[in-house]
Nanobody, 124 residues
Framework: QVQLVESGGGLVRPGESLKVSCEVS????????IGWFRQAPGKEREIVSC?????SAQYADAVKGRFTVSREKHRVYLQMDSLKPADTATYYC????????????????????WGQGTQVTVSS
């Protein structure tokens, strides 16, 4: 049974950093890609970043240069620096079985399993 559990959300001020994590169980580490998504109130869920089992990664334009995704075994991290109020959202991780030598997908509909989300609030 595949399970994803996010943790590490919280309240930070603009310009500060936060690191959220996603623990994955039910997969062998080499078998899946992980996507990070976020959803703000009244908005659609959007891609933030993704990472494949070979550590290749992609980022949404809104977070390039500020967010960094990484993974080790069954845990995937999203380091968020220079946070802005516009980054306020519930952050979700999601997984999909994905070939090792292909770029991880940025399409929300391809992801199969989802975590429950962790709230990130950026406010002064």
């Amino acid at each position: 049974q595949v399970q994803l559990v996010e943790s590490g959300g919280g309240l930070v001020r603009p310009g500060e950093s936060l690191k959220v994590s996603c623990e994955v169980s039910g997969y062998a580490p080499e078998d899946y890609a992980i996507g990070w998504f976020r959803q703000a109130p009244g908005k659609e869920r959007e891609i933030v970043s993704c990472i494949n089992s070979d550590n290749s990664a992609q980022y949404a334009d809104a977070v390039k240069g500020r967010f960094t995704v990484s993974r080790e075994k069954h845990r995937v991290y999203l380091q968020m620096d220079s946070l802005k109020p516009a980054d306020t959202a519930t952050y979700y991780c999601a997984s999909v079985r994905w070939p090792v030598q292909s770029m991880c997908p940025l399409t929300k509909g391809l992801y199969i399993y989802w975590g429950q989300g962790t709230q990130v609030t950026v406010s002064s």
